[in-house]
């Protein structure tokens, strides 16, 4: 059974010192922690580690790298310690975030046979792990594989990891994402329409109907109260391992970009109208 709305709130990861096997350039392990999709941390080859540290340990039950350039054969080997010294191993799991698109998914002669669940949607890639359990880590080691990279290197642009909210009841019907398109088409004197071809982004426009439980209520408060524009990882789809597709076009590193209002139509249960938009 697939998971409800996730939303990580709050992004351990910029409190990390965050170190890379290797990097090129500009493009270093410190670009990680910045909402601007054009810096990037890239590898000089498609294997490298990232590692990240803290002064004291840190919950963790969630991971995501957004913006890469992996392709759908790309593994993420999880390593959390419990120390900074490699000591006390919580975890030590290899993951496909986004694997190939079942045989049935495809229409033969049409589509590439290793087809990401990102591609098929038409989103950028991000690679989402969740970890059950979570653990209490004071050092996260990502080993990066990608046989299958056009590219011969890796990229990505944002990391994010925390402890994740789960709503305890999932969205109603009417869950929506919108392509934010900033190009501008226009006609010429001559008649022919000309395209001034600008950045594209995802709006998540969710419908919450039913939230019974008073712990939901005062999260959504409270990330209400925190402002617009605060960063966070939300995942609408968490899970779908059978329909990558959809788990990729509704998650996002985002924030909210106007003030959701929570009404309480009926006695113990609330609804809420939050939306959405990406970094991008």
Request: hydrophobic fraction near 45%; glycine fraction near 6%; proline fraction near 6%.
């Amino acid at each position: 059974m697939s998971a409800n709305l996730r939303i990580v709130s709050l992004n351990a990861a910029d409190a990390a010192t965050i170190t890379a096997s290797d990097s090129v350039g500009a493009l270093v392990p410190a670009n990680l922690q910045a909402d601007e999709k054009a810096k990037v941390w890239r590898s000089t080859g498609p294997l490298a580690t990232l590692t990240l540290t803290w002064a004291a340990q840190r919950s963790i039950d969630s991971i995501a790298l957004f913006w890469t350039n992996f392709s759908s054969l790309a593994t993420v080997r999880v390593r959390a310690y419990a120390n900074a010294s490699d000591v006390g191993t919580l975890v030590d799991t290899t993951y496909q975030p986004d694997p190939p698109e079942p045989i049935d998914h495809f229409a033969w002669g049409a589509e590439a046979l290793a087809r990401s669940g990102a591609e098929r949607s038409g989103g950028p890639q991000h690679e989402q792990i969740w970890l059950s359990p979570g653990v209490s880590a004071a050092k996260l080691v990502l080993d990066l594989s990608d046989p299958g990279s056009a590219d011969d290197y890796l990229e990505v642009s944002r990391i994010a990891c925390g402890m994740r909210w789960e709503l305890a009841i999932n969205m109603g019907y009417g869950l929506g994402v919108q392509w934010m398109d900033r190009a501008k088409p226009v006609r010429a004197e001559s008649g022919d329409l000309r395209t001034d071809y600008l950045s594209r982004y995802r709006r998540l426009v969710m419908k919450l109907d039913w939230i019974t439980s008073t712990a939901d209520r005062d999260r959504l408060l409270a990330l209400a109260a925190a402002g617009v524009g605060r960063p966070m990882w939300v995942c609408g789809w968490p899970d779908q391992a059978d329909d990558t597709p959809l788990q990729q076009i509704y998650a996002l590193w985002g924030a909210f970009v106007s003030e959701p209002t929570l009404t309480l139509p009926m006695l113990s249960i609330w609804t809420a109208d939050p939306t959405f938009e990406e970094f991008a």
